[in-house]
Nanobody, 128 residues
Framework: VQLQACGGGLVQAGDSLRLSCAAS????????LAWFRQAPGKEREFVSR????????YYADSVKGRFTISRDNAKNTVYLQMNGLKPEDTAVYYC??????????????????????WGQGTLVTVSS
């Protein structure tokens, strides 16, 4: 499977962006999906995760209340709506797929190694 993320750009603090990540090669309806981000000089960090059905979502504390993850299984796509952007949100954003969501726990869903497939990343830059 290939994941293609897009929607990044240069915005001002307080603005909104919507990232999309489309999968090709196979359906991702049975996968849990997530967004991570990596700022310059920092490790990749968890942003959000959504279950196969979309009924359960998880967020990093730093984005809770501002970001919303969603998915459209018919379009094989996951989204990240980002509102109230801050300069500290500046990073390359990656989408990822977890092929075995039944095996995830509260201690693993935010870990990079939990995910099997990764998109190429899309850059989000927030100016102050």
């Amino acid at each position: 499977v290939q994941l293609q993320a897009c929607g990044g750009g240069l915005v001002q603090a307080g603005d909104s962006l919507r990232l999309s990540c489309a999968a090709s090669g196979r359906t991702i309806g049975s996968d849990a999906l997530a967004w991570f981000r990596q700022a310059p000089g920092k490790e990749r960090e968890f942003v959000s995760r959504i279950s196969r059905s979309g009924s359960r979502t998880y967020y990093a504390d730093s984005v809770k209340g501002r970001f919303t993850i969603s998915r459209d299984n018919a379009k094989n796509t996951v989204y990240l709506q980002m509102n109230g952007l801050k300069p500290e949100d500046t990073a390359v954003y990656y989408c990822a797929a977890d092929r075995d969501p039944n095996g995830v726990t509260s201690r693993t869903y935010y870990r990079v190694e939990t995910y099997d497939y990764w998109g190429q990343g899309t850059l989000v830059t927030v100016s102050s």
